[in-house]
């Protein structure tokens, strides 16, 4: 693991742990979303090799995260109060941060110089002959959400993650990907970006990052048929529209990116991808596949974040509907499964 | 199964308990309190032992002082008891005494002229068996004494014998039983006087022996 530099609280100047034993019953909660709906926070309580979905939703909570150390130190003082179907002991926190980034290591000394200062950073080797997958946040934004639950009053913060990277983990916990043999592509698609996320054999062996998400869908959309952002939501989702030719221009470099990156997995690996899995889209899946198809000859196939879970929710616990709020959930669903999964 | 990927950026400080009850405030305080009520114990402890040692030194130079004092007292209970001894013998023995003087001189009354006694002696009592280690006395039975008085003398004339057995009876009368309980004459002890010559052989040689009233030892 890297360094993690950070300020350090004023604290005993022993450990005393809180918990060590597997956490069994966790809030994932999305910070940084800056969703129109709330906050997203699924609760997931594991018994045996079960994991059930107790909650999910979206919070009314404040979760603008500080753009600077500044604006952190005057939102010190916020802390949060969830409501009781959301009030696990712990919680996992994903941050949605411009400022973070989830990247592969250079591996050399000049990388390790380029280090950012002021940020947080952890790393972990994913395969062996592979640089390690370093996560970074800017040092204030970490402390900022490590405080919004205060001690005492249950969920406290027990793990906190980069959207993207709780995103993968939670897709590598699903039965899509646990049942699909061989080389697997996965695009977790997010507002402002898709990750592309390659296992092998399990192991996550390429992780990229690319400018293209279903708000650049939606800009697009917006801009060329000069509606606003829940019209072009509809659009995608209707049939009197063919918006192909309006997302095609951005879907077409991303596109090729995986194009790129099935070459090298294929070529330097020799590790034919013979699974695509596409998650996080709200809306117009099915132009995303159609275009993935005519360009790689290849079938995307859709997979819920909250998929192999039991519902064990009461219905007010619930979004009215459940299924198209849950790709949003994808960052806090990862989040919390990731935790229930880390023994 | 362990997630690999789970990139955590949350730092140790950062891990609190949801608990309201604060270990990492409780513990602390607890051990605190823990080694304060320790040490309040042990300083309690240290008191008693201190004020039990000071006490013992305080009835150790009492005991010494009081000792001469108390051997006396313990000399004192020994002669007490020596002496409280004594006096019950000695109440024991006036108990015992037998009175010989009332009925000795009602004795006259009762002897025939022609009788004179020679002697008249109270025989002392017979010496106690000796102690039997194998079988050892368990109670006192020294609280009663045979007493037996011996009268002795000669009976001349020619009524002499008749004389002496007058005297057997008069002694077995209710007169003197007072004091003798039964009289009689032993085999052998009534003969004729033979030690002094011819003129001596109309004398007879009697004894007596009276079996008195015990002497109670009580």
Redesign the interface.
């Known amino acids: 693991m890297l360094s993690k530099p950070h300020m350090r609280p004023a604290s005993l100047p022993f450990k005393l742990s809180p918990q060590r034993k597997p956490f069994t019953d966790i809030v994932g909660l999305e910070l940084g979303a800056g969703l129109a709906q709330g906050v997203p926070a699924v609760r997931l309580r594991k018994r045996g090799e079960t994991v059930e979905l107790l909650a999910a939703g979206f919070l009314d909570l404040p979760d603008a995260l500080p753009a600077s150390a500044e604006d952190a130190s005057t939102a010190q003082s916020v802390t949060w109060q969830l409501p009781k179907p959301f009030r696990a002991p712990h919680a996992a926190l994903a941050v949605t941060s411009k400022l973070s980034f989830l990247r592969h290591s250079g591996g050399t000394a000049e990388d390790a110089e380029k280090r950012p200062s002021g940020f947080r950073q952890t790393s972990r080797v994913t395969a062996n002959d592979l640089p390690p997958l370093i996560a970074g946040l800017p040092e204030f934004q970490a402390a900022w959400a490590a405080r919004l639950l205060p001690e005492g009053h249950p969920p406290t913060a027990c793990s906190l993650q980069i959207s993207a990277a709780a995103a993968m983990s939670g897709f590598s916990l699903t039965p899509s990907f646990t049942k699909a043999p061989g080389c697997i592509i996965a695009l977790l698609v997010f507002p402002e970006y898709t990750s592309l996320a390659a296992f092998q054999e399990r192991h996550l062996v390429l992780y990229r990052e690319y400018p293209a998400g279903t708000a650049h869908i939606r800009n697009a959309i917006s801009a060329e048929m000069r509606i606003d952002g829940a019209l072009a939501d509809d659009v995608l989702e209707d049939t009197l529209v063919d918006p192909l030719p309006i997302i095609e221009p951005v879907l077409r470099p991303l596109f090729r990116q995986v194009e790129v990156s099935v070459d090298f997995l294929s070529r330097r690996r020799n590790c034919p991808v013979s699974h695509f899995f596409i998650s996080g889209l709200t809306a117009g899946t099915r132009y995303w596949s159609a275009i993935f198809s005519r360009m790689l000859n290849q079938a995307l196939t859709p997979c819920q974040p909250l998929e192999g879970l039991v519902n064990a929710a009461p219905a007010a616990a619930l979004p009215a509907d459940l299924n198209a709020a849950e790709p949003l959930l994808m960052a806090a669903a990862g989040a919390a499964r990731t935790v229930l999964e880390d023994e | ?20 009850v ?3 405030v409780m ?2 305080l607890i051990s605190i309190l823990s080694v304060l009520v320790s040490l309040v114990w042990w300083g309690l402890i240290a008191l008693r032992i201190n004020t039990a040692a000071g006490l013992r030194d305080t009835l150790k130079i009492e005991i010494d002082n009081l000792k001469p004092q108390h051997e006396t007292i313990l000399r004192l209970i020994a002669e007490e008891k020596e002496f409280s001894a004594s006096l019950r013998q000695l109440a024991f023995y006036r108990n015992a005494r037998l009175a010989f003087g009332d009925t000795l001189a009602l004795l006259p009354e009762y002897v025939p002229e022609n009788i004179q006694f020679t002697e008249l002696r109270v025989l002392p009592p017979p010496p106690p068996p000796p102690p039997n280690p194998k079988k050892p006395e368990l109670r006192n039975t020294n609280s009663l004494e045979n007493v037996t008085a011996r009268l002795i003398g000669r009976a001349s004339g020619e009524n002499a014998s008749s004389s002496v057995n007058d005297l057997l009876l008069s002694l077995r009368s209710p007169a003197l039983t007072n004091l003798f309980r039964s009289a009689e004459i032993p085999k052998g002890a009534f003969r004729q006087d033979v030690a002094r010559g011819g003129a001596s052989r109309d004398t007879l040689l009697f004894e007596i022996n009276c079996t008195c009233l015990p002497r109670r030892f009580e």
């Open positions: 199964m362990r997630a690999p990927l789970h990139l955590d950026l949350l730092s140790d400080d950062e891990r609190f308990s949801s608990s309201p604060r270990l990492r513990a602390p």
